[in-house]
């Protein structure tokens, strides 16, 4: 069966780097557009950014434009988001979702996500 498994979550101050990765397994990697997505307490889950499923096309939401980037490896099946300059506000579980068609909330395939929290 498909699954995504997100890593590289964690505690950092503001103004910090964490870089999340998420490893696929039980698909043909290069035919999904890829995504990721952040859920913080008592709030919507929201699109962070997406990836075509050649790498060509990226995609980010305006509050993390210019400070996370989004990149693919199809040989290793991996997504990673490398974020820099980390607010307080960025503070949320992430979640990798996959999907043939397009990446949305309702993607068809998620990660059981991960914790990054940013103190001030």
């Known amino acids: 069966q498909i699954q995504l498994v997100e890593s590289g979550g964690g505690l950092v101050q503001t103004g910090g780097s964490l870089r999340l990765s998420c490893a696929a397994s039980?698909?043909?990697?290069?035919?999904?557009?890829m995504g990721w997505f952040r859920q913080a307490p008592g709030k919507e889950r929201e699109f962070v950014a997406a990836?075509?499923?050649?790498?060509?096309?990226?995609y980010y939401a305006d509050s993390v434009k210019g400070r996370f980037t989004i990149s693919r490896d199809n040989a290793k099946n991996t997504v990673t988001v490398q974020m820099n300059s980390l607010k307080p506000e960025d503070t949320a579980v992430y979640y990798c979702?996959?999907?043939?068609?397009?990446?949305?909330?309702?993607?068809?395939?998620w990660g059981q996500g991960t914790q990054v929290t940013v103190s001030s």
């Open positions: 979702a996959a999907d043939r068609k397009i990446i949305t909330r309702k993607s068809d395939y």
């Open positions: 039980g698909l043909t990697f290069s035919n999904y557009h």
């Open positions: 990836i075509s499923n050649s790498g060509s096309n990226l």
